[in-house]
């Protein structure tokens, strides 16, 4: 055996010019030429202007999705899926599905196509050819057109489709009221005597510290006695004997429990007691009825300290049912009696079945241990309704005939012939909406296809709220031969009249609309039939040449019957639920899942620099300005490296002389973009209290003088000094004459001393005067500050740099975050389907436990984030049939955070998770499991993980009449039908008519 390959070749609609259009090749390799067994397919990605530049996918993943990315030479861009699946077609056995989105350069044009590209495979058995009949000398003659036998039906596809599910869906019951009788039988509470025990007094009111130790105190009590006591009402034991008739009911067979008749339980009764009246005086014993009270505080004490014998608290809870099975009886026995000759009356068996399998009701004042929260208003969680499980099947069924399409006339001795040719490709606009179909589909029966995506539609526009678990949605035909229509529906609002007395007309409604619009559908098809995409050209001739009269042929639609029935399940418990704002965490939980940097880098502006005055050189102190940043914290935060500090706020500009001169000038320049404020000079001679004046640029500073030092200040702010470059000091300085006394003094001290008279004369203007003897010294200093303008160029120059790193982490930002995507849709294309129910789930699980578990009372930490039970919330709970409905709140897009942009810019431009990121409110209804209804509310009244069997769970009061719903059941093994009709669908085939109404 050889192996074989086939090719073909999908193409987009060009909607620029045809040279442009991007061709998918698909190469698929078959184990041999009957192409029954598929090897490989692998798909060539190209364009027509250029199929030298192809992209290759060497393999598609067998139903799942094989996504691509490709970016051609000069900016287009062609990403998506592809999905290899078993096929649904009459034909061909295998197609392939997918996802092509094209992004032109300048971002302008975008073109997205979903649905059917090829299809392959085996085809099924084609009648041979018929060899070609020797040529016949005579001609024959033209005659009437044949009309076909009806034993020989139409030739038309058979029906290729299996019966299957169409949809189901969650009809929301009211809550009903519980009948007396019906809580007789199915509750059973604390008996008036019990209730008056001391072991139960001492439960009431306490707190829970007291519950449990009381609890704990009555089961010690009488497993581990102390020496000589015997407590005053014992804990029942697994080994204690009880006295009758306790003894001979423990034992009562529990396979009689499900299925137990009157009968059945009336000869159980004689065989172990001797009959009812033995029975009834036993149980009315003061023995019996003080076992009785022990009994049901024991299952009191176990109820309290769950999980240390939940075994033996099984075993008494049965006890306990079959007890109340046996009142109810002989209470039904003393108001029927036997009249006259007549039979007594019997109890029915249902009712003694509820009996036997009858709920504990817990006290409302001692349960639950640990007082839940106080509920918000209205309460974050609550038990919503009890939803009926309804399931819509359908099965194809015959084809019939249905109106007229055309009628053909020919008249007698006419031949008329009718060509047509079937174009390749159409682009046909009907209401705005684009229509174009697979050539491979046309002449087919599509009609279950059709029906499937209609209800699916109708579904979504019909009902209130729908799931989340199939939110992107899937095109085409179904992946699989039991065609269904994907997502739970929940039935809340309801119709004038409501469904009460019919559920299954929400299913009918649905149904019709669907044929109703799917009726509409037909007709455009139908009337624009001829102008859509064609396999083959047809030539006919109609000849009536024979003379033999006029002759019609009438074509009619076919269409196809669909028979519909709704089938019962199991009916569930939906609680409701309001998480307030869902899509907080999301953004660190994709990062979490997936190694992803979702952060975008700080803006300038959310550091607080909204402009280059911003800015500060000098650090921020406390109480300052509020619009200062630092520029250093700055730097730092976009990395950049100083290259030299900031231009200080003051700088200080000096000189110094000394001078024995009377009058003294000294320069000083000014710093390039500085201005000069305060000017200080100081004056030292030798002689105290000269006469000095000190002169700078025009401003005369003022004195103060002590002894032989005199300080000059001055402030130049106000003065022409302040614009100048240079400035100009002048001092004049007068020192008083020393008289000669004085002089000889001093000469005589200095020969004394061995030192010399004055220091050698300086080069000064006055050298050679004789009248000043003595030096004084000078010294100038001026502060400048620094100009605006100054503080302005380096703040201009600081914040481009900042800008100018800004912008460069922005581009390494958007870098990652497109090759995050990339990896991310390679790694695992519904990570973030998979991330977003993962969250709504956790904020769930996290609502429920807050609203249900009390806090330690040792520590401040809710006990409600326990492991096992988060574990026991999840299994519980029907987290795939979560129904969603998202709240907006109008002011959250401002307010998203940088993650949250990130991620919708990362998954764009996925609505959903828009919606769930500016929600502000999730209103969950969700389903519990069948299996854990009862343990369910348990949990959310007490706060209590059940650890024994289902059918054993206690309820409290407030819960009677949703477990009395939950209850009456329909058996899940057989599923209940409930009604059955039948719909006609319209096809787009067309049948030869063997009656023509108008003969």
């Given at each position: 055996m050889t192996g074989h390959t086939e090719i073909q070749e999908w193409r987009d609609i060009p909607h620029k010019n045809q040279n442009e259009e991007i061709v998918i090749r698909f190469r698929v390799s078959y184990e041999d030429a009957g192409r029954r067994s598929v090897l490989n397919v692998a798909a060539e990605i190209f364009r027509a202007v250029l199929p030298l530049e192809t992209y290759v996918v060497e393999g598609l993943r067998f139903e799942q999705e094989t996504p691509f990315r490709v970016a051609f030479t000069g900016g287009r861009k062609v990403h998506g899926w592809l999905r290899w699946r078993t096929g649904l077609d009459v034909q061909y056995s295998q197609q392939i599905m997918g996802r092509v989105e094209i992004e032109e350069t300048d971002d302008v044009d975008y073109w997205n196509y979903i649905g059917f590209m090829i299809c392959f495979g085996s085809t099924r058995p084609v009648p041979p050819i018929p060899p070609v009949p020797p040529p016949d000398d005579d001609p024959p003659v033209p005659g009437p057109l044949p009309i076909p036998d009806p034993a020989d039906g139409m030739a038309i596809a058979d029906a290729h489709l299996e019966a299957g599910e169409l949809f189901p869906f969650v009809y929301i019951k009211p809550w009903p009221k519980l009948a007396s009788d019906v809580v007789g039988q199915r509750f059973m509470a604390v008996p008036a005597a019990a209730a008056a025990s001391a072991f139960y007094s001492k439960l009431k009111g306490a707190d829970p510290a007291a519950k449990r130790e009381a609890a704990v105190a009555f089961i010690d009590d009488t497993i581990s006695p102390a020496t000589g006591q015997t407590p005053g009402e014992p804990f029942v034991t697994p080994t204690q004997p009880l006295p009758q008739p306790y003894a001979g009911l423990r034992h009562f067979p529990r396979q009689q429990r499900k299925d137990c008749t009157y009968a059945l339980l009336d000869s159980w009764v004689i065989e172990s007691f001797g009959g009812w009246e033995n029975l009834a005086t036993e149980l009315q014993s003061a023995d019996a009825q003080t076992a009785l009270v022990n009994i049901w505080n024991s299952a009191i004490a176990l109820m309290i300290t769950l999980g240390y014998d939940h075994a033996w608290l099984s075993d008494l809870i049965r006890l306990l049912q079959v007890t109340h099975s046996v009142n109810w009886v002989l209470a039904f026995q003393a108001a029927h009696p036997k009249v006259g000759e007549d039979p007594a009356p019997v109890p029915p068996d249902a009712a003694l079945s509820r009996a036997l399998s009858a709920v504990m009701v817990l006290p409302d004042d001692i349960f639950p241990v640990d007082p839940p929260p106080a509920p918000a208003d209205p309460p974050a969680v609550q038990p919503y309704a009890v939803g009926a499980i309804r399931t819509v099947h359908y099965r194809p069924g015959r084809y019939v005939l249905g109106d007229i399409e055309r009628i053909e006339s020919v008249i007698a001795g006419e031949t008329r012939q009718d060509v047509h040719r079937n174009l390749r490709r159409t682009d046909t606009a009907e209401d705005d909406q684009s229509v174009s179909d697979s050539t491979s589909n046309f002449g087919r029966d599509t009609t279950t296809a059709d029906l499937i995506n209609q209800v699916q539609k109708t579904l979504s526009d019909r009902v209130s709220t729908t799931t989340i678990d199939n939110y992107q949605a899937d095109y085409g035909q179904p992946s699989t031969n039991s065609m269904k229509v994907t997502g739970n529906w929940w039935v809340q609002d309801q119709p004038a009249g409501g469904y009460l007395k019919d559920i299954s007309k929400f299913a009918r409604d649905v149904i019709d609309r669907s044929v109703k619009a799917l009726r509409r559908e037909s007709m455009l098809r139908r009337s624009s039939r001829i102008f859509e995409e064609l396999e083959i050209t047809q030539t006919r001739t109609l000849s009536n040449a024979g003379n033999n009269g006029d002759h019609q042929a009438v074509f009619r639609w076919v269409n196809r019957v669909y028979q519909l029935q709704t089938r019962a399940s199991q009916d569930r418990l939906v609680f409701e639920m309001f998480v307030d704002r869902p899509g907080a965490n999301l953004a660190e939980a994709v990062s979490q899942y997936h190694d992803l940097r979702l952060v975008a880098p700080?803006?300038?502006?959310?550091?607080?620099?909204?402009?280059?005055?911003?800015?500060?050189?000098?650090?921020?102190?406390?109480?300052?300005?509020?619009?200062?940043v630092y520029y250093l914290d700055a730097f730092q935060a976009y990395g950049i490296a100083p290259d030299g500090p900031p231009p200080p706020a003051l700088r200080v500009i000096s000189c110094g002389f000394k001078s024995r001169n009377p009058l003294s000038d000294a320069e000083m320049d000014v710093p390039e973009g500085y201005t000069p404020v305060l000017a200080t000079a100081s004056i030292s001679s030798f002689v105290a209290n000269p006469t000095v004046q000190v002169t700078m640029s025009g401003v005369i500073l003022t004195a103060d003088q002590t002894g032989t030092i005199s300080t000059f200040k001055g402030y130049l702010t106000a003065s022409p000094a302040q614009y100048a470059d240079r400035l100009r000091a002048s001092i004049v300085c007068s020192v008083p004459p020393k008289t000669s006394s004085a002089a000889e003094a001093t000469a005589g001290a200095g020969s004394g001393?061995?030192?010399?008279?004055?220091?050698?004369?300086?080069?000064?203007?006055?050298?050679?005067?004789?009248?000043?003897?003595?030096?004084?010294?000078?010294?100038?200093?001026?502060?400048?500050?620094?100009s605006a303008a100054t503080l302005a160029n380096w703040q201009m120059a600081t914040y481009q740099k900042i800008q100018a790193a800004y912008q460069a982490s922005v581009t390494s930002y958007q870098t990652a975050l497109t090759e995050q995507q990339k990896a991310l849709e390679t790694a695992n294309p519904t990570l973030l389907t998979q991330i977003v129910q993962e969250q709504i789930v956790q904020a769930a699980i996290a609502l429920f436990a807050g609203a249900t578990l009390a806090k330690s009372p040792d520590t401040a930490v809710s006990i409600n984030f326990e492991p096992r039970y988060f574990q026991f919330l999840r299994n519980i709970f029907d987290w795939d049939g979560m129904a969603v409905e998202l709240v907006q709140d109008p002011g959250a897009d401002p307010y998203l955070t940088a993650g949250q942009s990130a991620l919708i810019s990362l998954f764009s431009p996925s609505r959903y998770l828009r919606d769930l990121l500016r929600a502000k409110?999730?209103?969950?209804?969700?389903?519990?499991?069948?299996?854990?209804?009862?343990?369910?509310?348990?949990?959310?009244?007490?706060?209590?993980?059940?650890?024994?069997?289902?059918?054993?769970?206690?309820?409290?009061?407030?819960?009677?009449?949703a477990v009395d719903l939950l209850l009456e059941q329909p058996d899940e093994a057989g599923k209940t039908i409930q009604d059955n009709w039948s719909i006609t669908v319209p096809t787009a085939m067309v049948a030869l008519s063997t009656d023509n109404p108008f003969t």
């Open positions: 700080l803006s300038p502006a959310t550091m607080g620099i909204t402009s280059y005055a911003s800015l500060s050189p000098e650090p921020v102190k406390p109480g300052g300005a509020p619009a200062s001393s061995g030192e010399g008279a004055a220091p050698a004369p300086d080069t000064s203007p006055a050298e050679g005067a004789t009248e000043f003897n003595n030096y004084y010294a000078a010294s100038i200093e001026v502060q400048c500050a620094r409110r999730a209103n969950l209804l969700l389903s519990v499991k069948p299996e854990a209804a009862r343990m369910a509310l348990l949990a959310f009244r007490t706060g209590q993980i059940w650890p024994c069997a289902e059918d054993l769970t206690p309820c409290m009061a407030a819960d009677m009449s």
